[in-house]
């Protein structure tokens, strides 16, 4: 039991009158969720979902929801639909012909897997514009900003060329916006096997890595949600921004198979590539361009029918103390074939920490704070459904909503990994401490700390990826994941399926039911714990450390004033940790902590958001604008950096030092409130998005 907790139960005690008394202590619920979490059921669910493919915008992804909607009722939870219109073209046909031949782009169906033969999703990446392009090929490696300085260098330009790009190191939207800027007239994405193929291991259905004739697919949006309605949710008949405003890219992209880019690289002609930019291909890689052109061809609906219902679903477990604050639990439920790692994984988990609650409810638990579990339809496309949710009510969750807890690919092989707030980490890993590892012998978190390495086991930053970034990235609210990791070469193809997940990812489905434990121990510390679980220390020590990176990377910079309102933190977060050694005063004093501590939190969230992208509104963390993917610490002071303006950079310093300093004044008004049995004033947060 960490320190919050021993206070959580003190506070059971103490309030006589609070409506939390009335329940047994937290723990025994603890045990009790963790007790009732079954494989078989997690197995149901996962053979459900993925006995059709799932893809945003089809009927068949609509009727996953009215299943899932029916599991919860049937479970006497009250469960929902939240339907959106959205712009979402769906391709028809995707083509590539080369030295006269329509080049095999489809993904084979595997013997004795009835997954991979359900029907595919053609060759082209989400949000990939039509069109039919004749052009020479030009091989660029990764497709990234140095890749293109490097051909320059080398005289090679990709203007009115087809480009033909490795996946890997950064999300394929920015490969393809930096084709867009360069003239390129169309793009080819290809899965190399050193990435991901038999230069990593066995292919499947022998092993887990991705065979030749396999493809990734995936969306080349860089934004996040519906294109048309940027911070507005897309209800039908709401107002659309024009669709040139759209940020979708304005040339076609297909995604190809090992097989395809083998045949166009054996006959690219040009300059032998440098060294660094060879694949496992057997074949030559040259720069090109080719003699001969290619035909690149896409054909979409976007004339006929481009908006689409996109449908998440949300289950309540209202709460009886706080009704409006609001714990969250979701995954995307949609995929872009059988999708059993990505993502039903995650949405099976979330039903069956779901299936668990309506049992405890049964029981006699009541929240004291809501929770919501939902599923999000569109991730895929760019995060749509849950950015169309957040987006629809950004003011409510910006004020009450304690934690968003994300499960996105849960089990790929066995090692644990968690990512998240600074914030909330402590309380990740105290969970950890209370769920049995998946093979026995000990604790989740004493597997973790074996398989790390590491007492307290490194998580990862809050990036971009997947549907936290609406929460933590838009709204700055705190957010945690986990899942267990290992080679995962199917990622967005047809053979991401069931079969794949209980040979490879989780043959037992002990990874699940260790998720889905610490799910539930996370949901109900969250949902039950009297005062916020907020560890402003464990910010202090995070927001240290990357004050230390800066210093290093730039060190003209005056970062006297940062490190001061750190010790002040610091010093606060202290004074209130001993504060909360004594028990509360009552439940008004209670409020009033959790409303300094929401201030706190908020801090670090600028309602204007990042200079030239003012829908990313953390200040600690952010999804690197360059690479999709990637983290950028202190996203003000990194991007103020990388443009080459110190000023601006000296600036977003002086304003985290203010807000540090404004966070530590918070936490000492709630150390106070501790002490105090009546506030003087309300406490509200100091900015709203
Ligand atoms: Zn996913």
Known sequence: MNARRQVAAVVFLVIGIAPLTAQPRASAWHGRAQALVRADSIDAALRTLTAEVRVAGTPAQTR????????????????????????????????????????????????????????????????????????????VHFGLPEDYRRLDSL??????????????????????????????????????????GNARGPVVPVGPWRPPQSLQRGSVYNGAGDPTTPF????????????????????????????????????????????????????????????????VVVEDDRDARPWKRVVNTLARFPGRAYPREQVLLGAHRDAWGPGAADNASGTAVVMEVGRVL??????????????????????????????????????????????????????????????GDPVLRPLLRSAAA????????????????????????????PGGGSDFEPFYNH????????????????YHSRYDTYDWLRRFGDPDLERHVAAARLGLE???????????????????????????????????LALGPLRAALDTLRAADQAFRAATARPLRGAAAQARVNAELLAAQRQFVRPEGLPGAPWTRSLLFAADPDNGYATLALPGVRLALRRGDAVAAQRELDDL???????????????AALRRPTPPRRAGPSSRP
């Open 475 to 490: 709204l700055g609210i705190p957010h945690l994941d986990w899942g267990f990791a290992g080679p995962y070469g199917v």
């Open 358 to 419: 309506a049992r405890l409810w049964r029981a006699g638990w009541r929240p004291a704070r809501t929770v919501v579990l939902a599923t999000w339809d569109a991730e895929e496309w760019g995060l749509i459904g849950s950015t169309e949710f957040v987006e629809g009510d950004s003011a409510a969750l910006f004020r009450h909503a304690v934690a968003y807890l994300n499960l996105d690919v849960v089990a790929t092989g066995a090692s644990f990994g968690a990512g």
């Open 155 to 196: 005289g090679v330009d990709v203007r009115g060329r087809i480009v033909l790009v490795r996946y890997g190191r950064a999300f394929r939207g920015i490969k393809v916006r930096e084709a867009e800027r360069r003239g390129a007239a169309a793009v080819l994405l290809y899965s190399d096997p050193q990435e991901d």
């Open 657 to 671: 030092a203010m807000r540090l300093r404004a966070a530590a004044a918070a936490l000492r008004r709630a150390s």
């Open 232 to 295: 507005r949710p897309s209800r039908p008949g709401t107002r659309r921004a024009p669709l040139d405003s759209a940020e979708v890219p304005r040339l076609p992209v297909l995604v190809l198979p090992a097989t395809a880019a083998r045949a166009l690289l054996a006959d690219l002609g040009g300059p032998e590539a440098p060294r660094d930019w060879q694949g496992a291909l057997d074949a030559p890689y040259r720069l090109g361009p080719s003699a001969d052109s290619a035909e």
């Open 64 to 139: 996953t929801a009215a299943w899932v909607i029916g599991r919860f009722r049937q479970w006497g939870v009250a469960a929902d639909s939240d339907v959106y219109e959205v712009w979402l073209p769906h391709a028809r046909r995707a083509a590539l012909r080369w030295r006269g031949a329509w080049l095999p782009l489809a993904e084979p169906p595997l013997p004795g897997d009835t997954q991979t033969a359900l029907p595919a999703y053609p060759s082209a990446a989400g949000y990939s514009a039509p069109g039919g392009v004749r052009a020479p090929v030009v091989y």
């Open 434 to 461: 209370r769920v049995p590892a998946p093979t026995g012998g000990g604790s989740l978190l004493a597997l973790w700390q074996r398989q790390t390495g590491q007492r307290q086991p490194p998580m990862e930053d």
């Open 522 to 556: 996370l949901v109900l510390a969250l949902a039950d714990t009297a005062v916020w679980p907020y560890d402003f220390g464990e910010l202090a020590r995070t927001v240290a450390g990357e004050i230390e990176s800066l210093a290093r990377a730039a060190p003209t």
